[in-house]
């Protein structure tokens, strides 16, 4: 009895402290996790740690400098999502620069999107683009033509991997569309049973309030006047985003009309 109690506990607590990216490291354990090549998780728990070290001001961090670069390339998403993230906390980093130009045009959504926020840490708007698309619906198209199997309902909240729905494709297999980003269930396109072809857009997403929330601060200073009218769409309030974001997309819009003023 006493070893199942334990159990109940341990278990928990070791699959959290597994997972959990505020964890500091070691040196050596950083060197050995952004090598792990098995362990996706490891490895951005690494970045992460880095990307803290880097905020601190910590001259050490720049060592690994050349591993962080070389992870942008890495074949997971969810790895370049995350060093994306990384390199933008040195924004005195040149080499960190250009890759995040490169990242700019990566297949992934989500890394886009960090690497356009770390952009403006550069006091770089090349990745305004990406910017204006966090606070529009995103359409999710389909991988193969198949017969739709819906899964999630119109307002569902929804994360990156979250399963959406299935397509099934006789003798082709079943195949799972899955949420590349944050947010919730906007619209279906397709409804329940209908044969769509691929690449056909099938759901639209709605953004996510922190995705919402961090490009209106990056707008805030890069945008310009051909950016309001998707600002003050938050502005004026957006059902199921709470006031802060209104009231960052008041202080996002107040900023871009000054700009415009003074050019």
Known sequence: MLALVLAFVLV???FWRSTWFGRPLSDDETS???ADT???RKTQHALVQLGERIVRGDPGVKRWYPQIRALAAHPSPEIRATAAWGMGQDNQAEEFHGA????????EPLVRRNAALSLVRFGDAGGKRELLM????YAVAASQAGTLAIRLREGDPVNPGTLLARLEAGQAGRVELRSPLPGRVQQWLKPEGSVVQQDAPVVLLAPGE???WEALRALY????ANDLEDVERFARGVEGMPDRVRQQAQLTAEAIRRRAEQR
């Open 12 to 14: 928990p607590f070791l």
């Open 32 to 34: 050995r996790y952004l």
């Open 38 to 40: 098995e362990h996706p």
């Open 100 to 107: 995040l130009r490169d990242l700019l045009l990566d297949s």
């Open 134 to 137: 966090m606070l529009r619906p």
């Open 210 to 212: 922190d995705q919402v």
């Open 221 to 224: 200073l890069i945008g310009d």
